[in-house]
Each structure stands twice: as structure tokens, then as C-alpha cells.
């Protein structure tokens, strides 16, 4: 069977704004979930889980809330990482205070912590606009990491002044802390994300979708068919930080195990925001892609001379593979600078004609 | 499409004027809009027959005078205020959401119909998706009576410009507003879209009652679909009355053809 849209006739308006309307599509990505829940845990050793498929899952996280923020709703965030560490503190301050709290129901409660300190940072949007607006979520980076610093409250008064993940169970599995096998963490982490990213596509397609993107297009057109601005972008703001929040608290808890706020530093915001782009603003599939492209490619790099058989020291490698790893991005960016996600989207279009070329 | 209408002009704008700094964009204008009349509002450039309709919209607030809906005073409303209130408009340089299809564009002038409940849309279930196939059928009602069932898929960002005013147009009518603000609908478009235009405003007035009031250019177009014409010039009214009339008035042919003022 052919991956094309042509001859699929759709009789209902119900079939036609379906997440996926083809065929091939829905079978597929079906397929890739079920695939994604069982094999890895089964198959991948535990370097590929830990080191390649866990972080790679918590960004995808952050990077489509990220791009509801900045894709969809088009209001320009350096903030992130900041969210991130409100979730990741949030999380660690749950599971220390109240330690019989479900893991499930600490991190959503530190995505809605996030959410409320988004709001908060999310007012200024209302008069600033693009970059000047990027400069005042700056604030909010540099203010929420320079509060976990300073008060030590936020880290039960550790000396170090690292948090911890806390041994926790689901369903009887250990799936956070030093004890967690790394499947256990994988699937926590997959299940998290698969039922967020299909939330985010259904927010998106929807009333709450328009309204952003009528923002993110034209206010002034947006505000005279009754959207609200304020409301409407707060709730980007809100709902992105959510997703921020909840990726932070994922990163220590099941990714790196303990952390210090130099974890969540401005690189993390940069970081972020390039999976967004390079991935495809206003694209779920694209958080997608754009995560995949900036934790794979550079793992794919380094393992890359090792595997044609070539030998150079260790500095030098890594000197390559930043810079094929930044030309990389270059050449993407000037290909399409509307992201991966677009290039898929045209090469669909080019199926639909196939094998005409108009 | 049969609201219980009340008596008395749809829109009632008393006296109004803008200023821009010492600038005096619209001078102490007053006109009604009766209910089920297509009104024109024309004028040389820089009449201030924009700054008039953007008044009505609630982006500029009047520095004096009154403008009222329905009988009940609206000076000083937000635009999304005056949506909620039934006015409904396009703009003078298409201001469609690029990045969105046809249709997206279109389904959000169904925004204020639909309701929010925020759990049930984020798992698209239940009322959530039944809401937005409801209101989907509607749009598609309004895409079929503008002819644009082709391109309903398509960004409306790489439609050709005639083709994105009559988008702008549907998204305006998908609120089913009881008035419809069209700043220069035609402008830029050829004959045969002047035509096709035309038909749509006429069609849109005659089908659902809507009032309607236009700014435009074209005099053919103006004098043939309109029940009233009210001129401006220099952000005075300098005439009001039914076409013919205002076509004999000695005022507006100054205004136009130039006469030295004062």
C-alpha cells in the first residue's frame, strides 16, 4: 500500500477533522506507540534508554509546550528552562513533604505550579511583542534560577544544594530514583508524553487552537472577531509553562537523578526553542522532529567515526561533530526555515500528484 | 435567521468625533443605519471614513459624541465587546490568519458561539467534538453560499488577493452578526470579482437581513447596491440621502472634482 492521500474520500465532517485523516496515518502511528511502549523496554540495552531515548522523550515534552507557546499562540518565550526548574523543584518538594503523594499525581501538580508562575510572567505579553517579549521571559529565567539558588527552603536546606529523586513506585515499579530500572523510567516518561502531545493536538485543532493562532496572525483582526488577547495569550502561557513544568520535574526524576539549578540555565531555554525551530513552529509533529534532530544527531555524530573505523582523540572529535553538528542546523534552517515538519508536509503534497508533477 | 428585531436604526452614531493630537480625523459626524439598508460611506482619501468604522469597531475611542447599537450606547467599548455585541467586519488591507487554512479562518468567526469547557476539548470528547462539528457544518453552509469549496483546505496566506476577500467576508459572516462593517470590499479586485463581490454583498443583505454598512470607491458599485449613501470629506458629513440625490449634490461634486477651500 502506498503512503498517499488520493482516493481516500471522506463522507463525514467528523472523519475530516480527524488527527489524522489518512489511512496510512492512523495505522501507522498507532502502530509506532504500541511499538514505542513495548520494544525498547525489551529490546534497547540500558545505555540506549537512559542516554538516547529518555531525554529525548522528556524534550519532545518541553519542546511541544514550547511550541504551543511560541508556534502556535506566537509569543516569543526564553523562559523554559526557568519553567522547567519550577517543576522540577515543585516535584521535589511534593515528594519530600508529602512522601505517600502518587509520583503521577506530584508531577502534574508541578506542571500546574509551573502553569501559575507562567501566568504570572506571561502579564507583560499583553504590551510587548517579539523579541522585546523574549528579553522579559529573560527575566523570569535568570529570576526563578537565582530564587532556587538563594533560598534554601527549595531544597530542604541541602548543603550541596542539589535536589534528589526520592525512590518512588507506580503500580508497585520502582520508576524514579537511584533503584529505578531504566525501562520502568522510559515507559513513565512515553506514557506522559504520548498522552500530552495528544492533548496539545487536540487544543490546537480546536477553539482554543484558533484563538492562538488568530493572535500569533493578525491581533487586530483576532480582537474584532471577539478573541480576547490577554486571556488568550495567559492561557498559552499557562498551559505551556504546564508542559515545562512537568519535562523539569521528569528531567531530575527520571533522567538525571539529582540536579542543581545549573541544570535549568539558560542553555536549556536555547535549546528548547531550536528544537521548536528547526522542528517546525506551529507543529506537534515538528516538537517531534526538532527534539529528535538536536539529542540524536549529536549522539549519531560522536558514535560516527568509531563506526567507519576511523581513530582521532577524543578533542578533535568533538570539534567535528559540533561543527557538522552546527552546519547541520544551518543547512536545515536555510532549506526550509519553516522546520522538518514542513518538509514532511511537502512531501506528502508530492504524493497527492504523484506521479504527476502538477 | 429571524431575531425579533426592535424598532429604531440598527447603528446610531451621534456627533462623533476623533482626534488624533490637534489632528481632526472625524468632525462631529452623525448617520443611522436602519435595519435590513445596505448604507455607503464615501469620500475622498483621508475623509476619515476609516477612522469612522474603526470608531464603531471600538479601536479608537470618540472624543466626543455618541455612538449607539440597538438603542443602547456603545462609545466606549473594546473590539471584542463589539463582536460579542453582533458587529462584524473586514478590513481595508486584508487582514486574514495567514498561517491557517480557509476553513480555520472561517471557523473562527464562530468563536464567541462556541463554549469553553477546557477538560472536555483538551480530550476532544463529547460536547467538545460535537460543538465543533456543529459549528463546522455551518461554516461549510457559508462556504458553499461564497462559492470557495476548493480552496477550503488551502493556507489562506497563498490565495490570490480576490479570493482572500471573499475569505475575510465569509469569516465575518460566520458570526451571523447583525451588522457587517466592509471596508472597501472591492478595492483592488477586477471587474469580473467587483461583480461576483457585488452579488455576495447583495445576496448576504437579501438572504439574512443583514445591515450592512460599506466604505467604497467604485461609484457604480456604490450607486447601484446601496439604499443610502452618506459622504465625508475632511471628516465632515457633507451628504446623506439615497443615491440619486447625493449623485445631484452640488457639495460632494466639490468635494471630488476639487474646489478651493476657504
Redesign the interface.
Known amino acids: 500500500m502506498i503512503y498517499r492521500e488520493a482516493g481516500q474520500f471522506k463522507t463525514s465532517y467528523a472523519s475530516d477533522q480527524a488527527v489524522f485523516p489518512i489511512v496510512q496515518d492512523r495505522v501507522f502511528v498507532l502502530a509506532a506507540v504500541v511499538a514505542a511502549f513495548v520494544v525498547p523496554p525489551l529490546v534497547a540495552g540500558d545505555y540506549w534508554l537512559q542516554a538516547i531515548l529518555i531525554p529525548f522523550l522528556i524534550y519532545a515534552l518541553a519542546a511541544i509546550g514550547l511550541n504551543l507557546l511560541t508556534g502556535y499562540a506566537g509569543q516569543l518565550s526564553l523562559g523554559t528552562g526557568g519553567f522547567m526548574a519550577v517543576g522540577a523543584y515543585s516535584a521535589f518538594k511534593l515528594t519530600t513533604a508529602f512522601p505517600q503523594l502518587s509520583i503521577i499525581a506530584v508531577f502534574l501538580l508541578s506542571g500546574l505550579a509551573a502553569a501559575a508562575i507562567g501566568l504570572l510572567f506571561g502579564i507583560p505579553s499583553l504590551r510587548i511583542k517579539g523579541f522585546y517579549l523574549a528579553v522579559a521571559t529573560l527575566a523570569a529565567q535568570f529570576f526563578l534560577i537565582w530564587l532556587f539558588n538563594k533560598v534554601a527552603w527549595f531544597t530542604n536546606y541541602a548543603s550541596s544544594g542539589t535536589i534528589t529523586a526520592p525512590d518512588r513506585t507506580v503500580l508497585g515499579v520502582t520508576v524514579t530514583g537511584p533503584n529505578a530500572p531504566a525501562a520502568a523510567r522510559y515507559v513513565m516518561a512515553l506514557a506522559f508524553v504520548a498522552v500530552f502531545a495528544l492533548v496539545a493536538k487536540n487544543l490546537v485543532r480546536g477553539r482554543i487552537g484558533r484563538s492562538w493562532m488568530a493572535i500569533r496572525d493578525r491581533d487586530i483582526a483576532a480582537e474584532i472577531i471577539g478573541v480576547r488577547p490577554l486571556r488568550t495569550k495567559l492561557l498559552a502561557f499557562g498551559i505551556s509553562s504546564f508542559y515545562c513544568g512537568v519535562a523539569g520535574a521528569e528531567l531530575v526524576f527520571l533522567y538525571l537523578g539529582s540536579a542543581e539549578t545549573l541544570a535549568f540555565d539558560i542553555n536549556q531555554s536555547f535549546l528548547v526553542l531550536f528544537m521548536v525551530i528547526i522542528g517546525g513552529l506551529g507543529s506537534i509533529l515538528g516538537s517531534w522532529l526538532g527534539a529528535a534532530f538536536i539529542i540524536l544527531l549529536p549522539i549519531f555524530l560522536t558514535r560516527l567515526p568509531h563506526s567507519l573505523g576511523l581513530t582521532m582523540s577524543v578533542a578533535l572529535q568533538k570539534q567535528i561533530e559540533l561543527m557538522i553538528f552546527g552546519g547541520l542546523i544551518l543547512f536545515f534552517l536555510i532549506v526550509e526555515p519553516h522546520g522538518l515538519a514542513r518538509l514532511w508536509q511537502i512531501g506528502k503534497e508530492k504524493l497527492r500528484l504523484w506521479p504527476f508533477p502538477h | 435567521m429571524s431575531h425579533p428585531a426592535p424598532a429604531g436604526p440598527v447603528l446610531e452614531v451621534n456627533g462623533v468625533s476623533v482626534r488624533f493630537g490637534a489632528l481632526i480625523a472625524v468632525n462631529q459626524v452623525s448617520l443611522s443605519v436602519a435595519r435590513g439598508q445596505i448604507v455607503a460611506i464615501i469620500g475622498p482619501n483621508g475623509a476619515g471614513k476609516t477612522t469612522l468604522l474603526n470608531a464603531v ?1 471600538g ?1 479608537y475611542h470618540p472624543y466626543e459624541g455618541r455612538i449607539a447599537f440597538e438603542g443602547k450606547d456603545r462609545t466606549r467599548l ?3 465587546d ?3 455585541l453582533g458587529i ?2 473586514t ?1 481595508q488591507n486584508v ?6 487554512s480557509v476553513l ?1 479562518n472561517i ?3 464562530r ?2 458561539k ?1 463554549r ?1 469547557s ?1 477538560l472536555l ?4 470528547w463529547g460536547p ?2 460535537r ?3 456543529e459549528h ?2 455551518f461554516v ?1 453552509r457559508i462556504i458553499d453560499f461564497l462559492e470557495i469549496q476548493a480552496i477550503r483546505k488551502t493556507p489562506a496566506g497563498r490565495l490570490p488577493y480576490g479570493l482572500q476577500k471573499r475569505v475575510e467576508l465569509a ?2 459572516l460566520a ?1 451571523e452578526p447583525k451588522l457587517l462593517l466592509l471596508d472597501e470590499p472591492m478595492a483592488g479586485m477586477n471587474v469580473e470579482e467587483k461583480e461576483d463581490m457585488c452579488r455576495f454583498i447583495l445576496d448576504v443583505n437579501h438572504e439574512f437581513g443583514t445591515t450592512i454598512a460599506l466604505i467604497e470607491h467604485d461609484m457604480g458599485v456604490v450607486m447601484d447596491i446601496s439604499d443610502r449613501v452618506v459622504v465625508l470629506d475632511y471628516g465632515r458629513k457633507i451628504a446623506d440621502g439615497p443615491p440619486a440625490e447625493v449623485r445631484k449634490d452640488q457639495a460632494v461634486r466639490d468635494a471630488y472634482l476639487g474646489v478651493a477651500h476657504e
Open positions: 469597531s479601536f473594546q473590539p471584542p463589539v463582536a460579542a462584524a467586519r478590513f487582514a486574514l490568519f495567514k498561517g491557517m480555520d471557523m473562527t468567526g468563536l464567541l462556541m469553553g477546557f476539548e483538551a480530550l476532544y467538545a467534538k460543538q465543533e462539528l463546522r457544518a461549510e469569516r465575518a458570526a
